[in-house]
């Protein structure tokens, strides 16, 4: 049985639709109340709900929009009794079998909620319905509707779906808020502001945020860093004559980042409140198995952005390094764990003349100066998220020998043969300097590294124990 209602109608529906041999129903310019429902196959059409002024409650929970109702608090797509094949609140008759969304459609279409909803998924929030489309479709003008909330149960689970978690589409669609929901594991983004009828793909930020179209294609965040600790830093290029302050920053935990580079919102982690552009930090508590961090942006009139890049907390190794030795090869790897795909390695401080670093995290050379050198080494994934380490990398002395080892013997009252002292290991030049004492012989010199003496006889006989004791280099 079939039932259609008029608009004079108000309809109550009170526990399963199939019990009392209802195949479908359809209601247009009704007034509704639909509690304590169930829906069962096989109920091909579900419940659809159209026209000019519809009022809906679902399990105790009251919404109301103009001209068509967009909320519910249930299980949407998975009812106790058995998935809706399609539940579909809208101006148009455009769902299909199989289409588990739900759809806010053309321009009038304003302040309705979407909020407590599973939405592709099982009653329990894990399994996996026949999806198809988009979790939630905003288009064709319809402005100033909620999707999720701030407040405690007003957020969905919009999961498994064949295309977008929440689609924005058509230009005149505006101040659209999408807040604190779960967007987990569908085939396309989390959220997609898209220009025309169907979901594109990331929307590349643009400089100051002058676009327009959907949401006013708001900018999402950019998130630089994230620590093991919880703490998050990013900005948001949003100039205040393009965006409504104040902007609220919503930041998300996920288990894997989506393969667009710009991630979901598996579990709302909580949000900072931004007063004007630029940078902002945030501390969020740590999920243990969801590293990689996402974010959106919510403008002062509820223009929700794309998810932001994924940005997982990078640590460089090792902990420390090694000294070095002048004059002395060095070679020191960094690497890095966390991070999406390619990593790129920056220095700075100062390094020691003759070290280099490069893009791959490889310190060498050979060091020409001694000295503690303060180095920050910084990995770059190819999201834009960084991590760093600060070092300090100490270059020592190398030990030098002196040649010879022995000097030859002289002889009293003769000319002493000249000799040649070399330094081996360290930097050239080097300086020599002598300790010890030297026979008494005024013409006895050491000129650089040369020993040169004609002791005179009388004086060497005088004081035969004087000798030269040591000579000591330095580079």
Not at 42 to 70: D, K, W, Y
Not at 130 to 142: E, H, K, R
Not at 210 to 233: D, E, M, Y
Not at 453 to 472: I, K, N
Request: aromatic content about 4%.
């Amino acid at each position: 049985m079939k039932l259609h209602t008029s608009k004079k109608v108000i309809v109550i529906v009170l526990g399963s639709l199939t019990a009392m041999g209802i195949s479908s129903l359809t209601i247009r310019n009704a007034k509704v109340r639909a509690q304590g429902w169930a829906v069962g196959a096989p109920l091909s059409n579900s419940l659809r709900i159209a026209g000019q002024t519809a009022r809906g409650e679902m399990s105790q929970t009251v919404n109301t929009g103009h001209p068509s109702l967009v909320a519910a608090r249930g299980s949407l797509g998975a009812v106790p009794v058995s998935p809706v094949a399609n539940l579909t609140v809208t101006n148009t008759n455009d769902s299909g079998p199989g289409s588990l969304r739900q759809a806010i459609q053309d321009s009038g279409t304003n302040g309705n909620q979407v909020q407590g909803n599973l939405i592709g998924t099982n009653i329990n929030g894990t399994g996996v319905l026949s999806n198809t489309g988009s979790g939630v479709t905003v288009s064709g003008g319809a402005s100033g509707n909620t999707i999720g909330g701030t407040a405690t149960g007003t957020a969905n689970v919009i999961a498994f779906k064949g295309a977008a978690g929440v689609a924005v589409l058509s230009n005149n669609s505006l101040r659209n808020a999408v807040l604190g929901n779960s967007i987990v594991s569908n085939t396309g983004l989390g959220i997609d502001l898209a220009s025309g009828t169907a979901p594109d793909g990331v929307t590349a930020n643009d400089a100051g945020d002058p676009g327009s179209g959907p949401n006013n294609l708001q900018n999402f965040p950019v998130l630089s860093r994230v620590t093991t600790a919880g703490v998050i830093t990013g900005s948001l290029d949003s100039l205040s004559s393009n965006t409504a302050y104040p902007v609220r920053i919503e930041f998300f935990a996920n288990t894997a980042c989506d393969g667009s580079g710009n991630g979901e919102g598996e579990v709302f982690l909580g949000f900072t409140t931004l007063t004007g552009p630029g940078n902002f930090t945030a501390s969020i508590t740590p999920i243990p198995g969801k590293p990689f961090m996402t974010a959106t942006a919510t403008d002062a009139n509820g223009n929700t952005s794309e998810f932001s890049r994924c940005c997982v907390a990078m640590i460089i190794n090792p902990a420390t390094i090694s000294a070095g030795t002048a004059g002395n090869s060095y070679s020191q790897t960094f690497t890095q764990t966390g991070g999406a795909r390619t990593i790129t390695f920056t220095e700075t401080g100062t390094l020691p003349p003759g070290m280099t670093f490069s893009s791959g995290g490889v310190l060498s050379g050979v060091p020409m100066q001694v000295g503690n050198f303060p180095l920050t080494i910084t990995a770059t994934d190819s999201n834009g998220c960084t991590g760093s380490r600060d070092y300090t990398f100490t270059i020592n002395c190398p030990n030098l020998t002196v040649n010879p080892a022995t000097l030859p013997a002289g002889t009293a009252g003769a000319a002493y043969p000249s000799t040649s002292f070399t330094a081996v290991s360290g930097i050239a030049p080097y300086s020599f300097t002598l300790s010890g004492t030297l026979p008494i012989a005024p013409a006895v010199v050491i000129t650089r590294w040369r020993l040169t003496a004609p002791p005179p006889v009388s004086q060497l006989l005088a004081r035969p124990s004087q000798r030269l004791v040591g000579l000591a280099v330095s580079t």
